[in-house]
Structures are given as C-alpha cells and as structure tokens.
C-alpha cells in the first residue's frame, strides 16, 4: 500500500508517495534534514541544492563503500562455508578410515587369539606325548 508522508527538508515541505512506514521516511528526511543545515552553517555562500548535492555525494559514498563490505563478507562466508564442507568431508572419511582400522584391528586380535589358542593346544598334546614317554620308560 502507497503512503503519503509529508516532510520538511531544508524548510521546504515535501510530500513522499512510498510503500515504507511514515515512521521510516520521517527518519530519513530528518537526517537529511540535520545534514544540509549543518553543511549550510558557517558556509554561507553555499546554496541549499549544492548542499543537497554534497549530502546526495556522501550518501552514494557510504553506500558504495557499504555495499563492497557486503560483497567481501558475502565472499568471505562463501569461503567459509566450503572450508567447512571440506572439513566435513575430511572428517567423515577420517571416520570411515577409522571405524575400517577397527575392524582390522578387532579381526587381527581374533586370529591372534585363535593362533595362541592352537599353539597352547599344540604345546598342551606335546606335553602329555612326553608325558607318555616317560611314564613308558
């Protein structure tokens, strides 16, 4: 919905046809407002449209400057967010490679143990068979 908010600039009144609130508008009119009275104080030669233009240079000043920030923070975030892919891809395959050697690692604990346990039943028969021998002596 178009609103129409009236202000007054430099003690010209306006009336401003926008979709903003009268609140939003009524803010902005008066920092311009503030601006083009404190660069007409003590420079009497200046008129109120050079004034306006050296308020309209300041404002397109910020918002390039503003604008660029935006767009090194937007890249900055981009940046970051395939770092942090990266990483996460780094550590899920850092996961895998570690639950595999788990599993190696329990697998190799197994046939160790079976190995033991066959060696102890090898040395087990070897001792009853010198047992035998002896006892047939």
Same mark, same amino acid.
């Given at each position: 919905?178009? &609103?129409?908010?009236?202000? &007054?600039? =430099? +003690?010209?009144?306006? %009336?401003?046809?926008?979709? #903003?609130?009268?609140? !939003? ?7 311009? #407002? ?6 007409? *104080?003590? @420079?009497? @030669? ?11 240079? #300041? !404002?397109? *000043?910020? !918002?390039?400057?503003?604008? +660029?920030?935006?767009? @090194?923070?937007? +890249? ?6 395939? #770092?942090? %892919? ?5 550590? *899920? ?7 595999? /050697? $788990? $599993?190696? @690692?329990?697998? /190799? $604990? ?6 033991? =346990? ?12 010198? +047992? ?6």
């Amino acid at each position: 919905m178009v &609103n129409k908010v009236r202000v &007054n600039i =430099a +003690g010209a009144p306006y %009336a401003i046809a926008t979709t #903003d609130s009268e609140t !939003y508008i009524t803010s902005l009119a008066k920092k311009l #407002d503030e601006d083009i009275a404190k660069l007409l *104080d003590g @420079n009497e @030669n200046l008129s109120v449209t050079k004034a306006a233009v050296f308020c309209a240079m #300041d !404002y397109l *000043d910020e !918002y390039k400057k503003s604008t +660029g920030s935006a767009e @090194n923070m937007r +890249g900055q975030i981009q940046d970051y967010i395939a #770092d942090a %892919a990266r990483a996460k891809l780094a550590e *899920d395959k850092a996961k895998a490679e570690n639950e595999t /050697l $788990r $599993r190696e @690692n329990a697998a /190799l $604990r197994e046939q160790l143990a079976r190995m033991k =346990a066959k060696e102890q039943s090898r040395e087990k028969a070897e001792q009853e068979k010198q +047992g035998e021998q002896n006892a047939e002596d």
